[in-house]
Structures are given as structure tokens and as C-alpha cells.
């Protein structure tokens, strides 16, 4: 299994990213996919997730309005459109999926909020 985040960066309060997690060694459209984030200091925490299909969504309240999760099983691939950003959204950003019990990560990328 192997998860491939991209698409952070430095960002103005206001401003838009749009990550992608690409996924291998697995049967991608099988499983449900996660993004999390941990921010410095902080615990890992549940951003938003996936089902298999992409039908069914699910969002921290935090983020609700704001991020968009989304699915391409014809590319493997795992998005999160994040708008309207906030200095309190900057983080490191990881993929995941899970299957047998087992929780696999990707790398993680930095989303930096600041002026």
C-alpha cells in the first residue's frame, strides 16, 4: 500500500489548495479514504472521509462549508479542496485508508496558512 500526498503549500488567509492523494498497491475503489491533519503540538484529527464509491462524505464540523472530499477511482486518486482557509487550518495533511484493522498513511504535505 502506498499513499502519495501532493498539493500543499503557502497560502493567504482566504485562499484555496487542493490536494491529492495518490494511491497504489491496493484496490483503490474497494475502500473507504481519509484525510487527516496534526498541526504542531496538536493531536491527529479527522479532516474528512470517503466511502468507496465517493456517494457518502463525511466532514468535521469544523471544516463543514469549507472542504470538499473527492474520489477518481479510474486515477487512483484522493482529493481535498479546501477554501476559505484559515491560519488555524495550517498543518501537515495525511491520507489514509484503512483495511483489516490496519490504518495506512501517506507522508503528509504542508498546508501553511499566513499572511
Known amino acids: 500500500v502506498q499513499l502519495v500526498e501532493s498539493g500543499g503549500g503557502l497560502v493567504q488567509p482566504g485562499g484555496s489548495l487542493r490536494l491529492s492523494c495518490a494511491a497504489s498497491?491496493?484496490?483503490?475503489?474497494?475502500?473507504?479514504m481519509s484525510w487527516y491533519r496534526q498541526a504542531p503540538g496538536k493531536e491527529r484529527e479527522l479532516v474528512a472521509s470517503i466511502n468507496s464509491a465517493g456517494g457518502r462524505t463525511n466532514y468535521a464540523d469544523s471544516m463543514k462549508g469549507r472542504f470538499t472530499i473527492s474520489r477518481d477511482n479510474a486515477k487512483n486518486t484522493v482529493y481535498l479542496q479546501m477554501n476559505s482557509l484559515k491560519p488555524e487550518d495550517t498543518a501537515m495533511y495525511f491520507c489514509?485508508?484503512?483495511?483489516?484493522?490496519?490504518?495506512?498513511w501517506g507522508q503528509g504535505t504542508q498546508v501553511t496558512v499566513s499572511s
Open positions: 489514509n485508508t484503512r483495511m483489516y484493522r490496519l490504518d495506512y
Open positions: 498497491g491496493f484496490t483503490f475503489s474497494s475502500y473507504a
